[in-house]
């Protein structure tokens, strides 16, 4: 990491001192973040460019409205799946064509492990980890469920995947870094690993995209799906990106046959044909208006290199955990989060067993985290617009409201449908 | 229908007093469309409502910049699937609860084509028209792959479906308006035919939701799936819609187990447990801006009743088949859509050996129609903001194209990618 002035910050004024000497400053600005208001939510739903609305609306009005249905050649539609894919590609360090966008990350990991299963005929088993997002293992289930034939998905603790990999394993289906506890795995050698035993990888990126430098084609990563909404910050509901590895693009049979994914969508054959590279992965029509909000976020980040991204959000992370083991443990509060660098993304999460009230306290107090039922805070750390002195101050109002107990109040009880 | 002057047409001034005394005349001054441009392509991608740029940048500067998470229960966007498919289920005559937006037609298609196979065990074929929109032939036919066990899909001619059904027949998988012909199936005959040999009916609406009066629950239909970017004018890309008969809901089960899906997404329990009702639909995270752009067309078009769009529609479509009959047959153009009104959709569709140049040519005249491959041109007629003088003067402009055989200049000959 750069030398830095007054690191670790002991005071304020301290993060103040370090805002104004950080080189990510510059790309704060470029986001447009409500008054008041210290955002830790962005590995949930990212801030929004500053550049988007115009990106957007120009969309709209001029190739939606003006160019109609010309806009698909003329505007560049036809290509944009392909075209934010290779720019996600440069962020997770894989090679041109092996990224597209489309769907959601659900819809892609079900693409991809059926395609992957199909890749290892004789083996049976998907390993997960127990404790893994629970879409990705609702999918694998879903999946396994209609096939059958002694397919079985076996969810193991983190620390057993490596010795869990045996020659019945055809995928090793993992995020990278945990929804929850923000630990990240080794992805290079649970890949490694999982070769040796003959098994394919595929790995949700959602929590590490953009945020994690990332060498996907080094790796040799088979497969990977990843969210479009939080780090990247694409909006709500964006599209999703998939990876497949060039050489595993010719074999590959996912069993969604839609028109877009077909070598001459427009040649209205009676057969399907896949088409020849990633665009296979394709189903319906591409969502332009999706595409064209992450498209503007990924321009924004490819301004910045992703190790700065990674060194901020390690020292806001060692900021808060720091903080949190010197003035708030006896509160109660413990952290889930790997206290080891490397092993963890850019999130700090707390366990507390009065986690939803709290929650909300610090909500009504302007400090938006999130909650994970049944007893965690999730403290997301985007480093992209979130400065030292919003980290100080977020743990400032955690400790004041744990100090008055400030969370006992009747109002923080009350669960939301959303929680 | 209403009496109204000077019908049929048979000069362009009485196309212009027709436009005068249009009822739907105000609903046209509601889209933004480009000028010098008769657009006869609403079948494929609908125009721009004038309220949704301000619609959808709201939602992304107030809801996503300053909202952020907070909008996920604030401002509804949790709900937002299920309130505009309840919006679009005003529009096909669904009752409440049984319409949801998401995902892609093909994505939708999949998965209640899986569902409705479910509901039958021990039948094995989809029934399906040849000839009928690639994307549904293609899922069908990737998932009957992917089932093995017997399971096939069986193509038959038009006319030959209601003989076709019979006791293996699970489900029989329609267009109601064929993409290419615009020829339109009776609904609730067939539907009735199929649910006689015990066949689930699933229907594909995409060129009659929003511009044809349907009656999906009085029709006791099964299952439909339909697109948002056509006649509902929800923009390039929108999200689909699903629909599934309420006493269906119950006992759907469907392949793509995502989170969304859930009966408590945000519980993240280890094991999937669908919604109780249409939700069950739902996979991955909802997509907003598609979402947004789609409700502020839908809530245009609930102000007008679906059975003046038809009238129109149909005084459109007679008035171009009247002209091309009178005038243009001898160039070689013969009318592939239906001359009886209750067998055709929203276009008509014209043949011809050099219907690519012909297109081209007219699209460089102003007038944006679309070629389906190999030798067909569709005529797509929205009434919602397509003129009588418009329709008049496409037809003037292709009789000027085919006399002068304009289209044999060598600028129309390139075929582009998107054909």
Sequence with gaps: MTQLTAWPPRTRADCLALDQADPLAALRR?????????????????????????????VVREQWGRGLIRSWPAAGWIDAPRRVGDKIGRLIGARRGEVVVCDSVSVNLYKLLAA????????????????????????????????????????????????????????????????????????????????????????????????????????????AVGCGYKFLNGGPGAPAFAYVARHLQPRLVQPLHGWFGHARPFAFTADYRPAAGIDRLLVGTAPILGLAALESAIDLLLQVPIRQLREKSLRLSTLLIRRIQGELQHYGLSIVTPSHQARRGSQVSLRHRRAWPICQALIAAGVITDFRAPDVLRFGLAPAYLRYV????????????????????????????VT
Tied chains: 1, 2.
């Design 30 to 58: 470029r986001f447009a973040l409500p008054p008041r208001t210290i955002y830790l939510d962005g590995n949930s739903l990212g801030a929004l460019p500053r550049d988007t609305p115009a990106h957007l609306a120009a």
């Design 116 to 223: 992957a299963l199909r890749l290892r005929p004789r083996r049976r088993t998907i390993l997960c980890e127990a404790g893994d997002f629970p879409t990705d293992r609702y999918i694998a289930e879903g999946l396994v469920d209609r096939l059958g034939d002694g397919y079985r998905l076996r969810c193991v603790a983190p620390t057993r995947l490596a010795a869990a990999l045996d020659r019945d394993t055809a995928v090793l289906l993992l995020s990278h870094v945990n929804y929850r506890s923000g630990a990240m795995h080794d992805l290079a050698g649970l890949t490694a690993a999982a070769h040796r035993s003959g098994t394919l990888v595929l790995w949700d990126l959602s929590h590490s995209a953009g945020i994690v430098p990332l060498r996907l084609a080094a790796a040799e990563v088979d497969f």
């Design 390 to 417: 919003d980290a100080w101050d977020a743990i400032t109002r955690l400790r004041r409201i744990m100090r008055t107990e400030a969370w006992r109040d009747r109002q923080y009880a009350r669960r939301s449908r």
